[in-house]
């Protein structure tokens, strides 16, 4: 039996007292592409951190290569991680690779100058996210679309087994978000990399997943999206109303927020 990149069983989370995450079990098979989806204040950011080990629960077990996170120790070398908001001063003039390349830090070492297996690494990454020809540009000059493949490419660097987004099209138009998704979906094939994305682009997503994971503070569904995206699975997801439909190639979601006790 495959043992899974991610385990989690019975996880529960609470910021000063208050529950964000309740009875999560939930098991990433290698080389999956699992979307977490779910409403504002759903916990999907917090269910990532969780995963990292960046938040610790206060019940429950979390096993990420079969290790608790926080022991992961060299094993953190194969976790590429792109969190929802970068913080990096878009007026510092850094160029791109070096931004790439502080992806590299942690399996360099503190204060170690870089290789020449480091700046292949950068080199590999840049083209994986067809950015190659603004290596030397600087950082802050680049469109939302374009910091946003550089920040993967960043994580890419490190050469991981898993990858992890947070929210990645946030700052994109509905058309670049669109070619985002694609690109994600191709990298994911290329590589066989196990990725874990929390966004909250239902219908587009759909598309491009192996699996959904729903999220309303406990685990609504999880499953095939043909199987979790139903009446029933978005209405339990978001508390009210909701509707997926096709309209040529792309799926919408739409819910409601009308007062059943008023129709």
């Known amino acids: 039996m495959t043992t899974p ?18 009875d999560i079990t939930l098991s990433v098979s290698p080389g999956a592409f699992l979307g977490i989806l779910g409403p504002n204040g759903s916990g999907k950011t917090t269910l ?3 995963m990292l080990g960046l938040t610790d629960p206060f019940d429950g077990t979390v096993r990420v290569f079969g290790k ?7 094993l953190r070398e194969k976790i590429g991680y792109v969190p929802q908001q970068s ?3 878009l007026t510092f003039p850094i160029q791109v690779k070096d931004v790439v390349l502080l992806g590299r830090a942690y399996k360099m070492g503190l ?8 700046r292949e690494a950068v080199e590999e990454a840049l083209e994986l996210v067809h950015m190659t020809d603004f290596a030397d540009e600087q950082f802050g000059r680049l469109s939302g679309g ?12 490190l050469q991981p087994d898993l990858l992890m987004l947070d929210e990645p099209t946030a700052a994109l138009d509905v058309g670049a978000a669109e070619s985002f998704y694609e690109w994600l979906h191709n990298t994911h094939k290329n590589l066989g990399l196990t990725l874990v994305l929390v966004t909250h682009d239902v219908g587009v997503v759909s598309r491009y997943v192996t ?3 729903c999220l309303n503070k406990r685990l609504v569904a999880h499953g095939l999206p043909e199987n979790v995206l139903t009446e029933e699975g978005l209405q339990a997801m978001y508390g009210c109303d909701a509707v997926f439909f096709h309209h040529g190639k792309v799926p919408h979601l739409v819910v409601s927020t009308r007062d059943p006790e008023k129709t």
């Open 111 to 118: 204060g170690k100058r870089p290789h020449n297996q480091d």
């Open 5 to 22: 990149v991610i385990d989690l069983q019975n996880v529960s989370v609470a910021y000063q007292d208050k529950i964000v995450l309740q």
């Open 48 to 50: 990532l951190r969780t």
């Open 146 to 157: 374009q910091r946003q493949r550089v920040l993967i490419a960043r994580a890419l660097a």
């Open 87 to 89: 913080h990096i001063d």
């Open 211 to 213: 699996a959904i994971a």
């Open 68 to 74: 608790e996170p926080k022991k992961l120790k060299r």
